[in-house]
């Protein structure tokens, strides 16, 4: 069965540092990937996919890009961290396009 | 442009009460996907059901139920003889077109008491 991995589950960083966030998946290959966030009152927004390797789609222009260097890991990253980057930081995955997206147990980042 | 609505912001229950989670959605796609995801305290999202928008039929999975209608647009969620641990934020979304992006509802808090 297919496995979803975020890491670490729980973050405090301060404002201006940098962020790299983390996701692997087991059970599959060349599934699609996603980053999303909560953020606190504004429900989950999609940040980025990607359908294969070195294939990144940003959703929303920001202070974050993401990356997929091997074909089951996904990282989100900022060089400077804003106070605005705080949330909770969903990884997910699918097996194709508008297939069911899983979810992974999620990143509760805290930008002090 | 896509939308969802969850108009309930809170519901609170006693348990083995049946409870109602409303979700109406907009959008221009004939073909789109319907879903529902559970996120209990932990904070994970945990898939419920996904309907496509040429399957009317109402589904029933245990003590869970959906009521897809596309002349209302709505795809309602019933929970029966509702229990404690049902307590959790349930989030209504919708995909379609051609993104792969899911367009989250903004959740009903679901509190049963015992």
């Known amino acids: 069965s297919q496995t979803i991995h975020q890491w670490p589950a729980t973050l405090v960083q301060p404002v201006g540092s940098p962020l790299s966030l983390e996701c692997t998946v087991e059970g599959t290959s060349n599934p699609n990937l996603y980053w999303y966030r909560q953020a606190a009152g504004r429900g989950l927004q999609l940040l980025f996919y990607?359908?294969?390797?070195?294939?990144i789609s940003s959703e929303v222009p920001q202070n974050l890009s993401a990356s997929r260097p091997q074909d089951r890991q996904f990282i989100l990253s900022s060089k400077k961290l804003l106070l605005s980057d705080s949330g909770f930081y969903l990884c997910a995955w699918s097996v194709r396009l508008r297939e069911t997206q899983y979810f992974g147990p999620g990143t509760r980042l805290l930008v002090l | 442009a896509q939308k969802v609505t969850q108009a309930q912001t809170e519901i609170s229950v006693v348990e083995k009460e049946d409870v109602t989670l409303d979700c109406v959605y907009e959008t221009r796609d004939t073909t789109y996907y319907l879903f529902w995801y559970k996120q209990p305290p932990s904070g994970e999202l945990v898939f419920l059901i996904r309907?496509?928008?040429?399957?009317?039929q109402n589904e029933i999975s245990g003590r869970y139920s959906w009521n897809f209608q596309k002349s209302t647009s709505s795809f309602n969620f019933t929970i029966t003889a509702s229990q404690v641990v049902d307590s959790a934020v349930y989030f209504c979304a919708l995909s379609g077109g051609d993104t792969d992006k899911l367009i989250f509802g903004t959740g009903t808090r679901l509190q049963v008491f015992p």
């Open positions: 309907r496509n928008s040429f399957d009317e």
């Open positions: 990607s359908v294969g390797i070195g294939q």
